[in-house]
């Protein structure tokens, strides 16, 4: 059975971006990774090179309205993350979508409550975000790297 190795991030959706921004930026020390122009704001704690982000802010927040965008959950390995799919397909998991992200490959699912989860192996490919294409993980390793960004 693949196992995840750790939480690799998480994404909220917040009131207000700036206020959000510069409150886990000032006060916890986190570094804006990357930003798009759509609002979305990428923060880690570590170099970019070490880890894109840990945190995902979002735009949009209603009052009532969903907090929680996404938990992200690593795994090691492009096998590993192709060995959840294929547990995901036989135990009937419902996949929202699977993608690149260049620097990631992502399978995104929902929990039991509806919660948006992702289970993704980073590619070590510095690739600017948001980005996503789709991939198919039943195709060879070869072809799947070959097709990343």
Not at 96 to 123: C, K, L, M, Q
Request: proline fraction near 5%.
């Amino acid at each position: 059975m693949p196992k995840v190795s750790s939480l690799g991030h998480i994404g909220l959706t917040v009131h207000d971006i700036e206020r959000s921004k510069a409150f886990y930026r000032d006060v916890l020390g986190l570094t804006v990774s990357d930003e798009s122009d759509t609002g979305t704001v990428f923060m880690t704690a570590q170099a970019r090179d070490q880890e894109h982000h840990e945190l995902q802010l979002r735009p949009g927040r209603e009052d009532g309205g969903n907090l929680i965008q996404q938990i992200s959950f690593r795994c090691e390995s492009l096998a590993e993350l192709k060995a959840f799919h294929r547990d995901f397909l036989e135990r009937g998991v419902p996949i929202e979508r699977v993608a690149s992200h260049g620097n990631a490959v992502g399978i995104y699912f929902a929990d039991p409550d509806g919660n948006t989860v992702e289970v993704y192996w980073p590619t070590g490919i510095d690739w600017p975000q948001p980005f996503r294409k789709p991939v198919d993980l039943t195709a060879a390793d070869e072809e799947i790297l070959a097709n990343l960004t």
